[in-house]
């Protein structure tokens, strides 16, 4: 992940190398540019025909980095559904977009932010749920936050 360019801490940083890219005429580094960081090549290509001014935003710079992340660590079942809100709190505030970006912060470490909270909310689950689970243990706990509270945590992790 971020083996040739680095991890960049915006998409500025990203604009700028590719600027400079394109001002040298490295066509296929500025393509290379897109890949590692989950942008579109096609959009790369149309940065360098100048039909697009910038190769990213700051939105589709979080998104690419997302979907770099997801990629490597292949998430599993309510971890997939929490990377779904954070591409829902990408698209509804340009700030969470840009910390999204920056370095340090990844999507393990949020994944970690709402486990931890999970861990620390759980609540004993209902005797008549769990009998009618068909569990057999004595105590059963669940602590998945809510919708609305993933999106706080996720805000808090990736802006604070």
């Known amino acids: 992940m971020f ?6 801490n915006s998409y500025e ?24 960081n989950g942008l579109d090549v096609e959009d790369a290509k149309d940065y360098a025909d ?12 979080a998104y690419g980095k997302l979907s770099i992340e997801t990629a490597a660590f292949k998430p599993y079942e309510i971890e997939n559904d929490w990377i779904d809100y954070i591409k829902l709190r990408i698209s509804e505030s340009e700030d969470v977009a840009k910390a999204v970006r920056k370095k340090g912060k990844s999507i393990k470490g949020c994944i970690g932010a709402l486990l ?3 861990y620390a909310n759980a609540k004993s689950v209902d ?34």
């Open 50 to 61: 100048g039909i697009i001014d910038t190769l990213c935003t700051a939105i589709s710079a």
């Open 127 to 160: 005797k008549d749920i769990v009998k009618a689970s068909g569990i057999s243990a004595g105590t059963v706990k669940l602590g998945i936050p809510s919708m609305q509270r993933s999106k706080q945590i996720i805000t808090e992790y990736y802006t604070k």
């Open 3 to 8: 083996d040739v360019f680095g991890e960049f």
């Open 13 to 36: 940083e990203i604009n700028e190398t590719a600027k400079g890219l394109l001002n040298e005429g490295d066509i296929e580094s500025l393509k290379n540019l897109a890949k590692e």
């Open 116 to 118: 931890k909270w999970s």
